[in-house]
């Protein structure tokens, strides 16, 4: 009689920064596998050392993971368990674990996850924006053609879009969501979990010029409304002019109330704001 000797690969979620965030299932996994899959052996070192861990480390990334992810699979075939790790949040989210996970299936080899914090959804729940229905795009293409098309591909998307990005590239994204998406709320959430979490809720015109020189730092994540319906943007310039000096009428300063109008409204807010001086 032959005897199955595959072990199991368990996707573990780690902090999105605040350590105290690994529960305990999270942290008895770790101790019991027999090795992890880290994507930055260094960050999952100083993870282990807060918690006493004492565990043997395989680095597993973007440029490795073709010939990696076969050692890794073939040693859980052999018996051993594996937690896969990222440097922070769920694996397999916009990260190289999804090709692990996908190649363990292919194998028969059983994968169990061990969830935890995920930045999209942190940030979607205290961004006040629409969650009934989204999209998680991820992180836009550094090459300009694949941006454009990507942008392109989801223009009319009217789902609220969630996109990860880098700070040295805010600006530059910034812009090309205002291009392409045209004016539109959004919602810029920044450092989750950590001491200086900040949720920045403006308009991608005015965010464009808040931080065009980067001026932004740690992880972010973008939240954006979708494209309104027909219904909703079938106005013309000067009723949105209208609506925006009832709010001046009401109390509201000439400059909150034109970027107010924007927000609800495909006109720019600088137009509406000429017209109400």
Sequence with gaps: MSID??????????????????????????????FIAAEDTRVTMKLLNHFGIKKEMVSYFEHNKRERGELICHRIAKGENCAVVTDAGMPAISDPGQD?????????????????????????????????RFTFEGFLSVSKKSRR??????????????????????????????????????AIVRELTKIHEQVIRTT????????????????????????????????????????????????????????EIAAQTPFKKGDIYKHLL
């Design 149 to 186: 098309e990507h942008l392109e591909e989801i223009k009319d998307e009217k789902r609220t879009m969630i996109f990860y990005e880098a700070p040295h590239k805010l600006s530059a994204t910034l812009n090309d969501l205002l291009h392409v998406l045209g004016d539109r709320n959004i």
């Design 100 to 132: 692990l996970v996908a190649l363990c299936y292919e194998m028969g080899i059983e994968v169990e996850s061990v969830p935890g914090p995920t930045a999209f959804a942190t940030a979607l729940a205290i961004s006040g924006m629409d969650s009934g």
């Design 204 to 259: 991608l015109s005015d965010a464009c010029d808040l931080y065009a020189a980067n001026n932004l730092k740690g992880e972010i994540v973008l939240i954006i409304e979708g494209k309104k319906t027909e219904t909703q943007i079938a106005i013309t310039f000067d009723d949105a002019v209208f609506m925006a000096r009832e709010l001046v009428d009401g109390g509201m300063s000439v400059n909150n109330a034109a970027k």
């Design 5 to 34: 000797l595959k072990g199991k690969l368990y996707v573990v979620g780690t902090p999105i920064g605040n350590l105290g965030d690994l529960s305990p299932r999270a942290v008895n996994t770790l101790e019991s596998v027999d």
